[in-house]
């Protein structure tokens, strides 16, 4: 488990922009190679936050956008490791493949996000993703992203 203190000492992002409320599991499938861990995440969706104002104001749905960017956080703390000089690594989004939105995100969901290391090869990473709510597939991709310093 990881609390919104924690979230913050790993992602740079802050308010409006970050999207990932707590962390409910990280599971580590052993050794040096990140490829099997996987991470449980979760975003309360509320009907304050910015993006409803616009869109859409008489049927609030999240953008798919920002779906797949509550993805790409959940990634960067499974990815987190230590810096080896004590600073902080930037976590970049190289590509996105087989994003598919399944259903709408809308306030009051509770955004359960699983990812999982599907292929380390050290600074280069791709992730399976899924976003739920409420036991329904609500979107998913894969995310192939790059962590440096």
Do not use: Y
């Not at 790409?72 to 000089?85: E, I, M």
């Not at 709408?104 to 993703?129: R, S």
Request: glycine content about 8%.
């Amino acid at each position: 488990m990881m609390s919104s203190k924690e979230i913050l000492n790993v992602l740079p992002h802050r308010f409006p922009f970050l999207l990932v409320d707590k962390v409910l599991e990280i599971k580590k499938a052993g050794g040096e190679n990140r490829a099997g861990d996987q991470i449980v995440a979760i975003k309360n969706i509320t009907f304050n936050e910015p993006q409803f104002q616009g869109h859409f104001p008489e049927f609030p749905i999240m953008p798919g956008v920002l779906v797949i960017e509550c993805m790409a956080q959940t990634c960067g703390l499974l990815a987190f490791k230590p810096h080896p000089s004590g600073g902080k690594w930037n976590f970049f989004i190289l590509g996105i493949d087989k994003a598919r939105f399944r259903k709408p995100v809308v306030p009051g969901d509770t955004l359960e996000v699983h990812a999982k290391v599907l292929k380390d090869k050290g600074a280069f990473v791709t992730f399976e993703c899924r976003a739920m709510a409420g036991g329904e597939l609500k979107a998913e991709a894969e995310i192939f992203a790059q962590m440096s310093p």
